[in-house]
């Protein structure tokens, strides 16, 4: 297991200061806020902590509020909504300074048997083929803005082995194409066997690249070049069948529209078998700076 994904793992341990109220603290990120994916992660951790073990994370819909602040902790405060015989719903609130930052509700569910159907997997390179960010981001060097942006890129995903099928959005600004972008992923070294821990490391990764397709349709990069300025707004999560985060999974991901400021990303991510593991919704906001 790298150091990286250690750090990880301590972040999304979080402290149980009461019965339903934990806490958690933050990392360094590539911009100057609490990464989305990491307080959904422990929002979903939190959530977890107070279902029974038999029961796994089916859904979650969340809301980011305000921007966290990295250099303050995050108190999660569980609210037991309802305990059934086969689902459990918790709603969970993240505050910092006195303010709610972020908002979410997930439910959990005994497994159980039941119609079986899936959209196919679509075609894409075997990962082992493709570059690392390490021998990828170099290579671009030169287009971003602040020339710490590929160092904090590179720390931001250390824990993760995420690679591009394809160029990222910052390879071809100013060239429109098709709203439509791949990565694979796992974590860098093995993980526990608790589902949990897998659903809540796929929930911070799903947070990292989903608007790339509302970028690519328009040619432009993003935040790492300064031709957009972007934040989650809401994200949404289904968890089909079981998966484990330490095995590739191909993020599917597009863009079916963008309008008012906002943009929308929707996916699909498969185990390498071609198993419909989870379906992911987000919005967010998606500014073209004034000069």
């Known amino acids: 297991m790298s150091s990286a994904l250690e750090s990880l793992l301590d972040l999304l341990d979080l402290e149980q200061i009461e019965r339903d109220i934990f806490r958690g603290t933050s990392r360094s990120a590539v911009v100057p806020r609490v990464f989305g994916g990491q307080v959904a992660a422990q929002a979903l951790v939190a959530a977890g902590r107070t279902v029974p073990a038999d029961r796994t994370a089916h859904s979650l819909h ?29 709603r969970v609130v993240a505050v910092q ?6 908002h979410l509700s997930a439910s959990f569910q005994t497994y159980e048997e039941g119609l079986e159907h899936q959209a196919d997997m679509p075609p894409a390179p075997d990962p082992e083929t493709l570059p690392t960010a390490e021998q990828m981001l170099p ?12 160092d904090r890129l590179l720390e931001a995903r250390a824990a993760v082995d995420l690679r591009y099928v394809g160029a990222p959005p910052f390879a071809n600004v100013g060239t429109p194409q098709e709203p ?6 796992r974590t860098n070294g093995k993980l526990a066997d608790d589902p949990l821990l897998h659903v809540c490391m796929a929930t911070y990764v799903s947070d990292m690249t989903l608007l790339d397709s509302v970028l690519l349709a328009h040619g ?8 957009v300025v972007g934040a989650s707004l809401d994200h ?3 968890f089909h069948r079981p998966f484990r985060a330490d095995e590739w999974l191909l993020y599917d991901q597009e863009s079916p529209s963008a309008s008012g400021g906002r943009g929308l990303g929707q996916a699909r991510i498969y185990t ?11 919005e967010g906001v998606v500014r073209v700076p004034r000069d």
């Open 62 to 90: 969340s809301y980011f509020l305000r921007m966290g602040d990295p250099g303050a902790p995050i108190v999660y405060s569980v609210d037991r909504i309802r305990d059934g015989r086969s689902f459990t719903t918790r």
């Open 139 to 150: 290579r671009y060097a030169d287009v971003f803005t602040d020339p710490g942006v590929m």
């Open 272 to 282: 390498q078998d071609g198993r419909l593991a989870i379906t992911v919704i987000q």
């Open 97 to 102: 300074h006195g303010q709610p930052i972020f």
């Open 236 to 238: 949404a999560m289904w």
């Open 220 to 227: 432009r990069g993003g935040w790492a070049v300064g031709d």
């Open 180 to 185: 439509r972008s791949q990565v694979w992923f």
